[in-house]
Structure formats: C-alpha cells, structure tokens
C-alpha cells in the first residue's frame, strides 16, 4: 500500500528474477563488442589453422593417427571457448574495480551462491556460442560433424566453467588491469597451450607426458577432440571425472570468496 511502512520483499529459497537479471546483465556484457567477443576468436582460429597447415601439414603427416588439421581443429576450438570464458568474468569484475562500483556487490540480493551461478551460467553460455562460431569457420578448413554430440556439448560446457571459476576467482583476487592480465599470461595461457593443443602427448618425452596428464585443460582438449574424430589419448569418463571435480574444488573456492566478501571494496 503506498504511504505504508517498507516492508522486505521476499524471494523464496532462490532469488530467480535477480539471478536472471545478472546473468543477463553478464552475458549482454560479454557480447556486445561482438567484433572482439564472436569474429576475432573465428579469424585468429582460421589464421593458426592457415599457418599450421602451410607449415606443417603435408600429404601423410599425421599426429595421433590422424591428419594434422584434424588433430590441430579441436584443440582450436577449446582455446577460443576456454579464452572467452577466463575474460567473461575476471574481465567485467577489474572493469567495476577501476570504475570504484564493484563493492556494490555486497548490496546485491543475491546469495554468494547465486552471484557464482549467474556468472558462471553467462560464461558457459558465452563460451559455447564462441565454440560454434569458430567450428563452422573452421569447417571448411578441416572440420569434421561431431562424432558424439552429447561428449561435445558436455567437455566445451564443463571446460568453459572450470575456466570461469577460475577467471572468477582471479577477478576477485585482482586489483587492476595490470593484475588479471598477468594471470592470463603466466598462469592461463601456459595451461591452455601447453595442454596438447599443437602436439600429441606421444610426442613428449616419458617425464613430460607424465607431468602433462596432470593439467586439467588436457583433459578437456582431449574430451573434444574425442567428441569430433572418436578418437582420444585419455579415457574420456576419466576426462568427464577431472573436469567435474576440479569444477567443484573451483566452485567450493568461488563460492567462500564470494560469502566473505574477499576484496570486494578494493
């Protein structure tokens, strides 16, 4: 009644209207300088496919028992998605940092729960468009349909969101620009590039393999290119376990950052 006494408005056991609201916001966010967000990750994966191909590819090379560019197109596809889905997040709480808005956060009504789900949801989201964005570009090149639909759907997804947990985690730790940028390079990008990508891991030496089997993005590289040509160097439920419970060791991380409300007001 207007003119009456404020009283609290209530949301049930889930805040959907405002978890929806911020998921959008974050999604919206992401895609609007589409130019950077959708088409450059599609040309940069045509540009290394090109190169790749006039430099290595030749009548019979193979790696992993399969033709280059087919070996080399799945590990292209899982760089863009995992690169948009560490900028998704990390990208946008620096932005509110600089900008002296994000200790707004606490004001939210949402649950540190629900503020880990939206941003995650909007980076899995935005993740998997990229990723089918930069397969139909690369289709042409040396693309194939996807093997398993399902395995696919499920390795881009739950890569996207070990990587947005972990842009989430960053974004909080980081101050400025300087900060998160730096996390990219010396800790994303060397997981990202050194995860089997380019190479096949019968390619590294006994101690190397051995050392690389321990990087998580190995599993999700290796989860797609399963998904798109049936074959992979790892058992793929072994993958789908890993993804899994790095996401939950992640989410347990997120989600305490978040309740403490850890460098929200620097």
Do not use: H
Not at 141 to 149: D, H, N, Q, Y
Not at 184 to 193: A, E, L, N, Y
Not at 239 to 254: R, Y
């Amino acid at each position: 009644m207007l003119g009456g006494p404020p009283i609290a408005r209530r949301f049930g056991s889930i805040n959907l209207r405002g978890l929806a609201t911020f998921y959008r916001r974050e999604f919206v966010r992401g895609m609007k300088i589409w130019s950077l967000t959708l088409a450059a990750p599609a040309l940069r994966a045509i540009l290394f496919a090109s190169v790749f191909g006039l430099a290595i590819d030749r009548p019979g090379m193979t790696m992993s028992g399969m033709p280059f560019l087919e070996f080399l197109v799945p590990g292209l596809i899982v760089v863009a998605a995992l690169e948009r889905a560490f900028e998704s997040s990390a990208f946008s709480m620096v932005y509110e940092k600089t900008e002296g808005i994000f200790s707004d956060m606490a004001a939210l009504p949402l649950t540190p729960g629900e503020i880990v789900i939206a941003y995650a949801a909007a980076t899995v989201t935005g993740s998997v468009l990229v990723s089918a964005i930069v397969w139909a570009a690369l289709f042409p090149i040396g693309g194939t349909l996807p093997v398993s639909p399902l395995a696919l759907l499920f390795f881009i997804a739950a890569g996207s969101l070990m990587v947005g947990l972990f842009s989430q985690i960053s974004g909080l730790w980081a101050r400025k620009w300087d900060y998160i940028i730096s996390v990219q390079t010396f800790v994303f990008m060397p997981f990202v590039f050194l995860s089997g990508v380019f190479f096949s891991l019968d390619e590294l030496s006994e101690g190397a393999r051995f050392y690389a089997q321990f990087n998580p993005v190995f599993y999700i590289v290796d989860g797609v290119r399963y998904a798109l040509t049936g074959q992979a160097e790892a058992d793929p439920w072994l993958g789908a376990a890993v993804c899994l419970a790095v996401v939950a060791v992640l989410w347990a991380i997120a989600y305490r950052l978040f309740a403490i409300g850890y460098r929200y007001k620097s």
